[in-house]
């Protein structure tokens, strides 16, 4: 089993949006995570040059992770490239197997976390200079 097809049993709804729509805003509250099931989608953040397209991400993509593992605010904008099929994932179901992880475990995945959360902000601060 691929890690894609494990994540595909957490969808509780499927969400299409239509080409250039804003999924969700750098900035804004939300712990709701999605998985590409068709489409594209361009990870993007603010940056003194103004919006910096970070990534384009495809069918497999979690996104929404670092939001609600951290429970933060949304760490970049996710908009539509072309017509987009997501599907939602299981909030409640993902929040507690991750409380039934070891600390061990979990410092892991925080300090992963963590480290793609600065390297992204790294490469927007680099690619706006």
């Given at each position: 089993m691929t890690l894609e097809t494990f994540i595909y049993g957490y969808i509780v709804r499927e969400e299409v949006f239509p080409d250039q729509?804003?999924?969700f805003e750098e900035?804004?509250?939300?712990?709701?995570?999605?998985?590409?099931?068709?489409?594209?989608?361009?990870t993007k953040k603010?940056?003194?040059?103004g919006m910096l397209t970070i990534n384009t991400l495809g069918e497999g993509s979690v996104l929404g992770e670092l939001p609600f593992l951290r429970r933060t605010r949304r760490t970049a904008s996710?908009?539509?490239?072309?017509?987009v099929k997501l599907g939602l994932l299981d909030k409640d179901r993902l929040e507690k197997e991750y409380e039934a992880l070891s600390p061990q475990l979990k410092s892991l995945v925080t300090t992963t976390v963590l480290l793609l959360e600065k390297a992204t902000t790294k490469i927007s601060e680099l690619a706006a200079s």
């Open positions: 729509a804003t999924i900035g804004k509250y939300g712990d709701w995570v999605y998985i590409v099931m068709e489409g594209r989608v361009k603010r940056t003194s040059k996710v908009i539509a490239d072309g017509e």
